[in-house]
């Protein structure tokens, strides 16, 4: 009959307990960065129709798009921004889960018109940031950049598709 060493033995146990443990210790869920995809161009308006700012935009009009917004970006140029595009005007409420940059939200109607805009929105932060006033339009932008530009409740976006 074959016999095997017990020190062998014990030692292939203990090797395998100890890789298991450590399989097992790594199991973290491990998120790629998504990068910017142009999908058109956005201009900002003051109320009198004089332009502001130009932006290269992503558009979310998509189930997926809208659920996942700017998630799991660490930075976006100060040229570009997320608009949201929804099928009706309603109250809108936005949080900053997986998002890990600062943004401007800016909530705007039917009519394309800024309705309401919550400055620094604090990156990871789940509470619930709402609307003043019902929007079809969301609009996010790097943090700051709402004042920098003078955008107000009033002024306007047009955009197009590229």
Known sequence: M???????????????????????QNNTVKTQEISFTKDGELTLFKADATP??????EIADDEYKIETG?????????????????DHEEPRYFYMKNTNIPLDIIYLDA????VSIKTDAEPLNENSIPSEHPAQYVLEVNAGMAEKWGLQPGDSISYRRD
């Open 52 to 57: 502001v700012k130009e932006l290269e935009i």
């Open 70 to 86: 700017l998630m799991y970006r660490s930075a976006m140029a100060e040229n570009r921004g997320m608009l949201f595009v929804f």
């Open 2 to 24: 074959f016999r095997i060493p017990v020190s062998l033995l014990l030692g292939a146990l203990l090797t395998l307990s100890v890789s298991c443990k450590g399989d097992r």
């Open 111 to 114: 009519a394309r018109k800024i």
